[in-house]
């Protein structure tokens, strides 16, 4: 070997590769090869002092603070049984903006106001002309914006 000092062997027990370019554990600070570097390859016994990752709850989707030491599930489950705003059973509901029409019974997600009337309506009675608006208009002639030269 021309180079016996160049590289280091992976710490990995089942491994100990010769590798020119080894990564170092910034948790253990080990070195290893390319198929051992994560922290869940070599089962890093530190790692959970470098995992950043914010778990979210799964009822009401919102991040759960978890401290140094705890294990995410435990503290899920601690905000589960008090914290949390979603009560079990009962969803928001979405669609809420119910269409004035007479004899429309669609709803709508966001309010859709006609610009006339002050009503919601659903998409297809949105315009004053399909809801029988009371309060129509006469829209402007085109004659009234003509541009005099």
């Known amino acids: 070997m021309e180079f016996p000092d160049l590289g280091k062997h992976c710490s990995e027990?089942?491994?100990?590769q010769l590798d020119f370019l080894p990564f170092q554990c910034d948790a253990c600070g080990e070195d290893f090869c390319k198929?051992?570097?994560s922290y869940a390859s070599h089962q890093c016994p530190l790692?959970?002092?470098?995992?950043v990752r914010v778990p979210v709850c799964p009822l009401c989707s919102q991040p759960v603070?978890?401290?140094?030491?705890?294990?995410?599930?435990v503290a899920?489950?601690?905000?589960i049984d008090q914290d949390c705003r979603a009560w079990p059973g009962k969803r928001e509901k979405i669609?809420?903006?119910r269409c004035s029409k007479e004899g429309c019974r669609k709803k709508e997600m966001l309010p859709v106001a006609c610009g006339q009337c002050r009503a919601n309506f659903c998409l297809l009675h949105r315009h004053p002309l399909d809801h029988s608006c009371r309060l129509t208009r006469r829209p402007p002639s085109a004659a009234r914006w003509k541009v005099k030269r």
């Not at 603070?65 to 599930?73: A, F, I, Q, S, T």
């Not at 899920?76 to 905000?79: A, F, I, L, N």
Request: glycine share 8%; aromatic share 10%; net charge positive.
């Open 13 to 16: 027990k089942t491994c100990k």
């Open 35 to 37: 198929d051992h570097f």
């Open 47 to 51: 790692a959970i002092q470098k995992d």
């Open 65 to 73: 603070l978890v401290r140094k030491g705890v294990l995410v599930d």
């Open 76 to 79: 899920v489950g601690e905000h």
């Open 95 to 97: 669609f809420t903006y």
